[in-house]
């Protein structure tokens, strides 16, 4: 794949969308713990909501084979409708595609389980229609370390860009001076991050 010209993120050119976090989806999930992965995908919804991105949200056999998205996430996305369906790639759906295109975002963000299917599809599907398509690989998971190194490489074979939920939310915000700073960096709850302000309220006393 040829090198592209960097061309950050921002809250004006990306859309997020958000691929079967689902109950029995999750209970298969072998690359990450569901604590670490819950949190991680609401971290991620949260911060978008905070920078005011653009969110679609999908399933598949909501109510036969892999059950709802997962109670979290809901929560996190209130009034956020989720959009079942019944094709493998998410993209194939005609509801959801018009939901990505509504959006008329060139930048879209994807998250999913599995990795290598419900981010990796519509994620390279995306890229084969002209847009930036990114994958937040920490957002996402698998159920073997097999699929899990497939999935990176077809993916970037496909010319999909990896990255983690953090660092697409901060190259977003851009600027820690923006009023909506607090709320971004409240949203991604980072531990590291939350300890380093301790240490600083606690030097400040």
């Known amino acids: ?57 999908t399933t598949t056999a909501r109510d036969s084979m892999w059950g709802p998205t997962f109670p979290e996430l809901v929560e996190a996305l209130p009034g956020v409708e989720i959009i079942d369906r019944s094709t493998v790639n998410a993209y194939d759906d005609a509801r959801v595609a018009t939901a990505i295109e509504a959006t008329s975002r060139k930048k879209l963000i994807f998250a999913g389980i599995s990795l290598e299917v419900c981010a990796a599809f519509p994620a390279m599907t995306a890229a084969a229609r002209g847009f930036d398509a990114y994958v937040a690989v920490d957002a996402s998971g698998t159920f073997s370390e097999t699929k899990r190194q497939v999935g990176l490489l077809r993916m970037q074979q496909a010319g999909v860009i990896l990255s983690d939920y953090a660092t697409l939310m901060v190259e977003i915000l851009k600027d820690n001076g923006r009023p909506e700073a607090g709320a971004v960096y409240d949203a991604l709850d980072m531990p590291w991050a939350t300890l380093v302000g301790q240490i600083a309220r606690a030097h400040g006393k």
Do not use: F
Request: hydrophobic fraction near 50%; charge should be negative; avoid cysteine.
């Open 1 to 57: 794949m040829a090198n592209r010209a960097y061309e950050p993120l921002t809250a004006d050119n990306t859309a997020v969308i958000l691929v079967d976090h689902q109950i029995g989806l999750m209970t298969g999930v072998r690359d990450y713990s569901t604590g670490e992965l819950k949190h991680n995908v609401v971290a991620l919804a949260k911060a978008a909501k905070a920078l005011d991105l653009p969110i679609v949200v």
